[in-house]
């Protein structure tokens, strides 16, 4: 009787762990699209692609427009850092609750 009752808990304690990871996965699945929105806002703005350059852009503009690339750029790294230390800690997450199911 006590071993079914330990049972029991156990299996609520785990289906309690489930649901807190489901809920923490869907909360970073859903940081982690909001980050690719705008990388993807961020490197096509205005709908042109790459090979779509400017006739003539003046001298003055050259270096605005390198400015700017650099900023964008280290926003977008920040963010993919802070994506990857997310990803490790649901990695982490994962892992005790397997352990914990063994």
Same mark, same amino acid.
């Given at each position: /009787?006590?071993? /079914?009752?330990? =049972?029991?808990?156990?299996? +609520?304690?785990?289906?309690?762990? =489930?649901?807190?990871?489901?809920?923490?996965?869907?909360? $970073? *699945? *859903?940081? +982690? &699209?909001?980050? #690719?929105?705008?990388?993807?806002?961020?490197?096509? @703005?205005? =709908? &042109? *692609?790459?090979?779509?350059? @400017? *006739?003539?852009?003046?001298? /003055?503009? #050259? @270096?605005? %427009?390198?400015?700017?690339?650099? /900023?964008?750029?280290?926003? +977008? $790294?920040?963010?993919? %850092?802070?994506? $990857?230390? &997310?990803? %490790?800690?649901?990695? =982490?997450?994962?892992? $005790?609750? #397997?352990?914990? #199911?063994?």
């Amino acid at each position: /009787m006590t071993e /079914m009752l330990k =049972g029991k808990r156990r299996n +609520l304690k785990i289906k309690e762990w =489930g649901e807190q990871l489901d809920a923490s996965l869907a909360k $970073e *699945s *859903s940081h +982690l &699209t909001g980050i #690719l929105k705008r990388i993807a806002t961020t490197l096509v @703005p205005t =709908g &042109t *692609s790459i090979t779509t350059l @400017p *006739s003539q852009p003046s001298d /003055m503009q #050259l @270096p605005a %427009e390198l400015d700017k690339t650099k /900023m964008q750029f280290k926003s +977008l $790294e920040t963010h993919l %850092e802070t994506a $990857e230390q &997310t990803l %490790e800690k649901v990695k =982490g997450n994962i892992v $005790e609750i #397997l352990r914990i #199911l063994q």
